[in-house]
């Protein structure tokens, strides 16, 4: 909106028209209107859900206070209440609900908002919803003069034979609304639907004139900013059908949903949401630290410098960052929260000119924790891994920028189309530009823009700016379907090791004929401590529902001994691979016929047990409808859940020691686990993963309870301390919740997989490497039980070797010989360090302690062979220096070392200074040659250079001279990797080229 004087004048009408009857501060409306429904009217309250969605993969971020309620409308889940209340947190960054490039710009867009909303679920209906609002909005304390209140009811459509909603419009006239004020619209605005199929109904708005005292019905719906919707209610009583239609719904349900920012706007006699104490503060904030000038409230051309732009678009990107990073989202699984912290932060730079954009924008996001903190405790809980992924993103942002910034603006000035763009800086932009540059259509079809986004890593709403810059058409539609295409291919090839067994047509059959295989006994097992504690797994009786084989469902077909099928049973206690843990093996033992069970795969809740048949008579009589009994392999699953709750104790002693730590996934099998996370930038040292080690050994020494209990997403989102995987997608009911809780030691996790009674079952924990995969990933790898007694035993045998050797170096007195001799039981000792199995401590002990040694080992040995080096010198010399008619000198070092570098500057000046000299020495595997001529020798054709260069010839080496030398005087061999097998003859030609070469170049 752009103000002139006249609606500068209008803004100050507005505030002498209707003032309420005292100043209601964010915290008192929010808090009224919860307090109105759930202590006046009994309503339920219930939490705001984070904004990750725990259950709904068509969304990335909670846009509806409705989202939580989803499988209610659906008829998935019942009901946990008749009647709720609650001020859900809400963020709309794309898709259908993009208002991100529309912030800073008006009034009233934001990133992040919050929703009031009131719900019955098969309890009241219309004409009680529509009472509790009015009733709520025009008495005390929000006090909203009824006269400036219209309401609009569904018209109805006759397309869609659909009637008009007139028992709204009726309980609207029995409510004491002026008729006028009740105003009909169709089915783009009055009627709504959760999709092209299922729950829907007509919905009646109520809608806020923000001046008063005129009549503005020919405003309502019509895109006037003076004339706003304030709150929805929604009337949930048909279902939609496949066919279209419409059919009742047994169950009726009220959704309502009025936007918060707005309605404290109003009660606080304000025109914009952005002159409230939800963001005044935070302007207060930026101007302080930034000394720009403060918020004057400006759009449009008013702002010329678009300061108050800035402001509007940093501190409401400041509270998106804030409540998406508090509620674990973090920008490497959401590219959009990353747009927006970039953006934050570009803006803090830019246009407040602040050398530090991360202190300005942590101290908004500072500012919206306190704000908010009383009302949703994780922003204040949770500010230091705000703090940290917002410094993180500026580093990453500042090395993006470094590598791009120079070739994006060479082309800006080129191609002047690009200056509006955003994100300039995303990884790939100038590639996407170059391939879009040289298409001839207009319309960007599927396969690029897939490319654009699987290849060059630019995401769709990118790809369509830079489309929509360069004069192109992107076909969201055509990418969509490419999307989907590419994630049936990977989960094809994901799938392809059931695609032995399991067809298409298969899986269809297996869906007409069976139900899917209740596994729900993979859970039925006792913890016993009659003789130690061991678990006790009880026998399954089932029946074979379907037998494949080569993709097809076998009828009344005999298997033959050693042959390999998928069996599929009615009800089975294995456990299938999933949630990281490996599945389970074990035995189906039929009439005849036992199938040894290698794996079990699911495949859309039809588990395949995969084995190799083992006949008693000749043929197995293996058929549909086999009654059979299936048992667990007992040592494979004790081992399994040791391994899974060692990973759940492990990852929540990472969340105690660093501030954010991102869970990238983990594998469980009954061998050893291991768990992948980034810590955002906070450094991962060997003394905090040797700290993580001891205190999960504490937990497990604890005997801590391990408890599994069945939650659905409403109730999980009702607890504290939960850890979720981002990304993850949980069930609406039955979430196996796995708790672990001590005095200093909180675990709560939901898993589907099998897990010990007790900590102490673990029995000994070990943690053995800790190694990077990946930009700021830590993979770390862990033992359990026996297997973290058996490495804790041998890798104390390698310290004790490696305190042995170390006393037997400390020792002295050695030859060559046996320096050799210790350096290889050195080497030996560390690759056995390095083994993937050696605990994390002896690991980093060892390698001290060898790193030590190996210093130690190296001044022994370079005493030693300086020491050999001036006798054989000493010796060789006699017959030199007796020799008056000697050209030159040419010797091969037999002192040598596998431990140290033999310095050929230092022997050289052993040798006579009026001689030619070259001597050849072999060290660390390596013949290298320095060559000395002295200056009254040297001339235009003698030259040290001259005469290396036939032993470099000889052996097909290389040489060159040392930095500021003379090559007449000085002329080195490169040192030469030569074998041990082919060293001698080297050293003969290389000796036989430089005395043949001398005696041309001295006789």
């Known amino acids: 909106m752009i103000f002139t004087k006249t609606s500068l004048s209008f803004r100050h009408l507005i505030h002498q028209r209707a ?16 307090d109105f429904f759930i202590s006046e009217h009994s309503h339920t309250f219930i939490r705001s859900s984070p904004i990750v969605p725990l259950n709904d993969k068509t969304i990335a971020f909670i846009n509806a206070g409705m989202n939580q309620f989803k499988d209610v409308f659906l008829n998935k889940i019942p009901p946990h209440c008749p009647t709720a209340a609650n001020s859900q947190k809400c963020i709309r960054v794309g898709g259908k609900h993009n208002d991100l490039n529309d912030v800073g710009l008006d009034s009233y867009h934001h990133t992040f908002f919050e929703m009031l909303g009131n719900w019955s679920f098969g309890d009241y209906f219309k004409r009680e919803a529509c009472d509790l609002a009015w009733t709520l909005l025009t008495t005390s304390p929000y006090s909203i003069d009824p006269r400036r209140l219209y309401v609009t009811y569904f018209s109805g459509c006759d397309r869609l034979g659909i009637p008009p909603d007139l028992e709204t419009r009726e309980i609207w006239l029995s409510l004491g609304v002026d008729p006028s004020h009740i105003l009909g619209f169709g089915v783009k605005d009055n009627f709504w639907e959760m999709g092209r199929t299922g729950p829907c109904g007509p919905c009646s708005e109520i809608h806020v004139d923000l001046v008063g005292g005129r009549d503005v019905a020919a405003k309502v719906n019509q895109g006037f900013s003076d004339v706003t919707e304030l709150w929805n209610l929604v009337f949930i009583q048909f279902n939609r059908n496949e066919d279209g239609s419409l059919s009742q719904l047994p169950m009726h349900h009220v959704d309502t949903g ?106 908004s996001c500072s500012r919206v924790s306190e704000l908010l903190s009383h009302t949703y405790p994780e922003t204040g809980k949770n500010l230091r891994k705000v703090h940290l992924v917002v410094e993180h993103e500026w580093q990453l942002l500042r090395s993006v920028r470094d590598s791009a910034a120079q070739k994006w603006h060479s082309l800006v000035l080129r191609d002047s189309r690009l200056v509006p763009l955003q994100d300039v800086d995303a990884p790939g932009m100038l590639a996407a530009y170059n391939e879009l540059s040289a298409i001839k259509d207009t319309e960007v079809l599927g396969d690029l823009s897939y490319r654009l986004f699987d290849t060059h890593g630019l995401h769709p709403e990118l790809i369509e700016e830079l489309c929509q810059a360069l004069g192109l058409q992107f076909s969201e539609n055509d990418f969509n379907a490419k999307l989907a295409e590419a994630k049936e291919k990977t989960l094809t090839l994901a799938n392809k090791r059931d695609s032995e067994f399991l ?51 076998v ?13 599929v049973l009615d009800r089975t206690c294995l456990y299938h691979e999933a949630g990281g843990q490996q599945s389970d093996t ?50 494979r699953r004790v081992a399994n859940m040791c391994n899974h709750t060692a990973t759940h104790c492990l990852n929540a002693m990472l969340r105690q020691m660093y501030v954010a730590p991102n869970q990238k996934g983990s594998s469980v099998t009954e061998r050893q686990l291991t768990l992948s996370f980034s810590t955002y930038g ?52 039955d979430i196996h919740l796995i708790q672990i809780i001590g005095e200093e030691f909180v675990s709560k996790e939901p898993c589907c997989g099998t897990h010990v009674a007790n900590t102490a079952d673990i029995g000994h924990f070990c943690l053995c490497s800790v190694r990077s995969s990946g930009s700021g990933v830590k993979t770390v790898t862990a033992l359990t039980g026996k297997a973290a007694v058996n490495a804790r035993e041998e890798g104390q045998r390698i310290l004790d070797m490696i305190g042995s050797l170390r006393q037997t170096i400390k020792a002295g007195s050695h030859d060559n010989q046996q320096l050799e001799a210790l350096n290889r039981s050195l080497q030996s000792l560390k690759q056995k360090v390095s083994e993937d199995m050696v605990p994390y401590d002896v690991r980093i002990k060892g390698a001290a302690e060898l790193e030590a040694a190996s210093k130690e080992l190296k001044e022994q040995a370079r005493e030693s062979l300086r020491q050999s080096i001036e006798r054989e010198m000493k010796e060789v010399l006699k017959t030199v220096t007796s020799d008056y008619d000697r050209k030159y000198f040419v010797h091969f070092l037999q002192s040598t070392s596998d431990l140290d570098k033999i310095s050929l500057q230092k022997v050289t000046r052993m040798c006579p200074t009026h001689l030619p000299v070259i001597i050849f ?15 009254v020798k040297a001339a235009q054709d003698v030259s040290a250079e001259k005469w290396m260069s036939s032993v470099v010839e000889a052996i097909r080496g290389s040489g060159d001279t040392p930095r500021g030398q003379d090559p007449r005087l000085i002329y080195n061999l490169r040192p030469l990797r030569v074998s041990g097998s082919r060293l001698h003859e080297t050293v003969r030609r290389a000796v036989e080229a430089a005395e043949q070469q001398a005696n041309k170049l001295f006789s």
């Open 555 to 567: 009828e009344g077909e005999r298997v033959t001994e050693g042959e390999r099928v998928a069996v």
């Open 682 to 733: 906070q450094q991962v040292t060997s003394s905090d993963m040797l700290e993580v080690d001891r205190r999960v050994q504490a937990v497990v020494s604890a005997g801590l309870p391990v408890s599994r209990t069945s939650v659905s997403s409403s109730q999980l989102m009702s607890l504290d301390d939960v850890t979720l995987l981002p990304g993850e997608t949980y069930p609406s009911q």
């Open 503 to 553: 067809t298409k047509q298969c899986l269809d059959e297996l869906k007409r004929n069976f139900a899917v295989t209740d596994d729900s006994a993979k859970y039925n097992y006792d913890r016993t401590k009659s003789d130690g504690v061991t678990y006790v797994f009880p026998e399954v009786e089932a029946t074979v529902q379907a037998v494949l084989r080569e993709g097809k469902v």
């Open 586 to 635: 074990g035995v189906i033992t039929g009439e005849g016929w036992i199938l040894e069970c290698d794996s079990v795969l699911n495949c859309e809740g039809y588990l395949l047990h995969l084995g190799c048949i083992r006949n008693n008579v000749s043929t197995a009589n293996l058929v549909p409808g086999s009654k059979v009994r299936v048992s667990v392999t007992e040592t």
């Open 19 to 34: 003032q309420p009857q005292r100043f209601l501060s964010s915290y008192d409306v929010r808090k009224r209107f919860l």
């Open 921 to 935: 020495a072999y060290a660390e595997g390596e013949l290298k040659a320095r060559c000395c001529v002295p200056k």
């Open 258 to 363: 009025m936007g918060f920012e707005r309605l404290v706007a109003l009660l606080q006699n304000k025109m914009s949401n952005y002159d409230t104490d939800l963001f005044v503060p935070l302007f207060s904030s930026i101007s302080k630290v930034s000394k720009a000038p403060p918020y004057a409230g400006r759009f449009g051309q008013q702002d010329e410098l678009g300061l108050d732009t800035a402001y509007r678009i940093l501190a409401d990107h400041s509270r998106m960052a804030t409540v998406a990073i508090s509620d674990n989202m973090y920008p490497d699984n959401n590219h959009k929260l990353r747009r927006v912290i970039r953006k934050a932060l570009s803006v803090a730079e830019s246009s407040f000119k602040v050398k530090d954009p991360v202190k300005l924008m942590k101290e």
